[in-house]
């Protein structure tokens, strides 16, 4: 083994790039996250990240009663789907289906999960839920309410870059010692709109095919069985046609920021979400698309403040716990304005609170 990664994910690597060639940083990022998922929990402070969820059931109960109010206000189905995808350690849907109950919402539960590890947790948390590899499998009957947090993050980017001689496939090759980044051999260009073709030399454009996919495909199934879906994650709002000009691949490790392509599989790897390309399907798709605003504003808008109060009163030990965590959820220098929520709404679905239009 020559670097510090997963040793049979390296040997996996080296004998593809050695038997068909350089590997696309999509491919690579794909299979990095699989064995990194599918390796242990790598949620938590002893973990490698922490995310909203596991700062605070507060952020779970914000979503539940976002999605109880949208089910109320479309008149109360009685067949309807709570539907999760990347649940990490079920954390959010606990939070959240607890704190809906009370309001009489009481969806099937379906879990989109990778990671056979991370499904065995999960079960814990909830064993009412039914697990699936992707969204073709539930039910195509009954409106769907859908969540995503930091999900689309973890899928594959695919990245084009600029050389002298045009643009090139971004791909990955191992130089005896490490893995590394390199432009691919065939050209690129027919991939480049106009608008960006003419770049220099060493632009990086990062576009996300597989978020695009699930993207639209979510979009049709609210399209065609009702139903909403909220999109949560740290991204930006500015791309042309699903381009981005800059790599935002980036790999967490024990907290810190590492190498992206140093310790593949030992690592999570994410890009951010390209929440303008998320609008550009939904008008494609003809659902509604509420949003992106800040996580911040989206949470205080419901009421996050007035829970956190109603939690220190009853507990006034936690107070200060409380404070912090809510700081951390809402700072705009903390997760409030990087971390962007977004709404999908299908046909006669309601405008959904805390977008500035409820
Ligand atoms: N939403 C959770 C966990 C975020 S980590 C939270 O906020 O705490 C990302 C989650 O997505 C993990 O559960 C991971 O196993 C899952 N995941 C990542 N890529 C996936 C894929 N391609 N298919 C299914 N699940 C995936």
């Not at 539907?83 to 990490?88: D, L």
């Not at 002298?164 to 390199?182: A, C, I, K, L, T």
């Amino acid at each position: 083994m020559d670097s510090g990664g997963d040793p049979g994910l390296e040997a996996i690597f080296k004998r593809l790039i050695g038997a068909t060639g350089p590997i696309s940083v999509a491919h690579y990022m794909a299979e990095a996250n699989a064995h990194y998922y599918g390796r242990a929990d790598p949620l938590g402070t002893g973990g490698d990240f922490i995310t909203a969820p596991e700062i605070s059931q507060m952020f779970g109960e914000m979503i539940g009663l976002w999605l109880a109010d949208q089910w109320q206000r479309a008149g109360q189905p009685g067949l309807y789907h709570y539907v999760e995808f990347g649940p990490g350690r079920g954390t959010l849907a606990s939070d959240a289906l607890r704190a809906a109950e009370q309001f009489g919402f009481r969806p099937q539960v379906h879990l989109i999960e990778g990671s056979s590890r991370l499904r065995h947790i999960q079960q814990t948390a909830l064993p009412q839920a039914t697990w699936h590899d992707g969204l073709d499998s539930v039910l195509r009957e009954g409106p769907l309410l859908i969540v995503a947090n930091e999900f689309l993050d973890a899928l594959p980017v695919r990245q084009i870059v600029r050389t002298e001689q045009g643009w090139r496939e971004r791909v990955v090759v191992h130089n005896g010692e490490r893995f590394m980044p390199v432009a691919g051999a065939r050209p690129m260009d027919t991939a480049v709109p106009a608008a960006l073709a003419d770049s220099p030399p060493g632009t990086i454009l990062e576009t996300c095919p597989a978020a695009s996919g699930l993207a639209y495909e979510i979009a049709m199934r609210l399209k065609a069985q009702g139903g909403c879906a909220l999109f949560i994650d740290y991204g930006y709002d500015t791309s042309v046609a699903g381009l981005k000009s800059g790599s935002t691949l980036q790999a967490v490790r024990a907290h810190q920021k590492v190498d992206p392509f140093a310790e593949p599989g030992l690592a999570d790897l994410t890009a951010l979400v390209d929440f303008a390309q998320l609008k550009q399907i939904a008008l494609a798709g003809d659902v509604d698309c509420l949003g992106p605003v800040g996580q911040g504003d989206w949470l205080m808008a419901l009421g996050i403040g007035a829970r956190a109060a109603t939690l220190a009163r009853t507990d006034p030990a936690q107070t200060q716990a409380l404070e912090s965590a809510l700081d951390r959820l809402v700072s705009p220098d903390q997760m409030g304005t990087l971390f962007k929520v977004m709404a999908y709404r299908g046909p006669g679905w309601p405008e959904g609170a805390g977008f500035g239009t409820a």
